[in-house]
């Protein structure tokens, strides 16, 4: 029985994945726009950051919490299965058995536990009644995503755009998800 709904939940689960990819891409060409194309970024965050908005998304559009619990679940493992296999894997040739296997692992540890801090600020931003975006989300992002620290000058000059950005993104999964 349990075959079926795994089956079931694969086509959620690429459309989830898509989605990441189409949002990391977005926020690539956000960044090239406001001028940060050529600062280097950590790729890595920017995907959790984008797996944890569908993920997100997804669980407040679905009534059965322990069912998209699940569909969250494959979605992640096929977000880490993706990263090792053809980035890790086929991109960079990487071919010992043990580097891959500590790739994976810190894959899998950072995106669980960016699922659990990206969640606290959000829920610090949508507990301001006066916040007009998700400032505290946003500049959490922005903190992990460059490689080289951003100064607070160049911080301000981002979080507007990204969070109107990150905004959208919500709305429109929470509308894709519906």
């Given at each position: 029985?349990?075959?079926?709904n795994r ?21 690539s ?43 969250i679940?494959g ?8 990263f ?31 699922f ?11 507990s ?5 975006s ?14 080289q620290p ?14 109107d ?8 999964c ?5």
């Amino acid at each position: 029985m349990d075959k079926p709904n795994r089956l079931d939940e694969k086509p959620e689960r690429e459309q989830m994945k898509s989605l990441s990819f189409g949002m990391v891409s977005a926020l690539s060409r956000q960044l090239a726009d406001q001028g940060f194309g050529q600062q280097p970024i950590d790729i890595v965050e920017a995907l959790v950051f984008a797996m944890f908005i569908v993920a997100d998304t997804y669980s407040l559009t679905k009534a059965e919490k322990d069912k998209a619990i699940e569909v969250i679940n494959g979605f992640y493992d096929d977000m880490q299965n993706h990263f090792i296999q053809k980035i890790i894997i086929r991109d960079h040739q990487i071919t010992d058995a043990a580097e891959i296997q500590a790739v994976s692992d810190k894959f899998y540890d950072l995106s669980r536990a960016r699922f659990a801090q990206y969640g606290e600020k959000f829920k610090q931003d949508i507990s301001d009644p006066m916040a007009l975006s998700c400032p505290t989300t946003v500049s959490y992002l922005l903190d992990n995503l460059f490689i080289q620290p951003l100064n607070n000058e160049e911080k301000l000059q981002l979080l507007g755009a990204v969070s109107d950005q990150v905004l959208s993104f919500w709305t429109g999964c929470v509308q894709n998800f519906k």
